[in-house]
């Protein structure tokens, strides 16, 4: 079902609507981080002798023609790189990363209880959907909601990464829709002098429903791979 998480997310911002204007708090300022990486896109980096013996060892992505990079856990499958024209998409996951664009059919998934991230870096977006998305989180309070026959979308904080300045927020089906399960943790970063919009999303996947409450399965396998999430987003350099 993985694949369909584009076109829901697109749905669930197309609905957010602007809400009464309130004072944000000051934006969580993301570490800086060198932007010297290593050119190799998949370069497992072995713990030196002074780490713990469970530090898990890391990778970094780099494209230099967008001027992206971060680090995850090398034990990850991937990363999927999609270009298309002005448009980067990258993805990596606990379980095996099928090409973007992968029929349902041709998916298959061992691993139960697996999560993925997708990264999107668009240039000079013109997808309006986008800047409702922003606007509604920006009329929010952190842990504020606002919810319409088929989203919830949970404001987390607000994040500012160099030039780029947006919000971390939960994204996942109000109680009246009748769809098929879905919960993201997304981030939307917008340069406003530029147009070029960045987006991360980690959402669960292959989820055990066997307890029968699917909304606090997906978000327990979401809070277990919190610290992953976080590490791809501080590791974030963007040029």
């Known amino acids: 079902m993985k694949k369909t998480i584009p076109s829901l997310i697109l749905l669930l911002a197309i609905t957010l609507s602007a809400c009464a204007t309130q004072t944000a708090p000051a934006p969580t300022t993301l570490p800086a981080t060198d932007t010297a990486v290593p050119t190799a896109t998949h370069t497992p980096i072995p713990p030196t002798p002074t780490q713990p013996a469970s530090t898990p060892a890391v990778a970094y992505y780099t494209n230099s023609a967008f001027g992206l990079s971060f680090e ?43 999560y993925y991230v997708v990264i999107q870096y668009t240039r000079n977006d ?7 998305t922003y606007q509604a989180l920006m009329n ?5 909601s606002l919810s319409t026959l088929r989203s919830l979308t949970i404001r987390v904080r607000q994040l500012a990464l160099g030039r780029f300045t947006g919000f971390e927020y939960i994204a996942t ?25 960045l987006t991360l999303m980690g959402s669960p996947n292959n989820v055990d429903l066997s307890g029968g409450d699917w909304r606090q399965a997906y978000q327990a396998i979401d809070e277990a791979n919190l610290p992953i999430f976080q590490q791809i987003l501080v590791s974030l350099t963007i040029q």
């Open 126 to 132: 013109q997808v309006q959907a986008w800047n409702d």
């Open 140 to 144: 929010l309070q952190d842990g504020e």
């Open 72 to 114: 995850y856990p090398s034990s990850w499958y991937g990363p999927d790189e999609y270009i298309a024209g002005p448009i980067l998409r990258v993805e990596i996951g606990s379980d095996v990363v099928y090409p973007y664009g992968t029929s349902r059919e041709d998916q298959v998934y061992t691993l139960l209880n697996s």
């Open 173 to 197: 089906l109000s109680e009246t829709a009748q769809t098929e399960p879905f919960y993201a943790r997304s981030v939307i970063l917008m340069d406003p002098q530029t147009g070029d919009v």
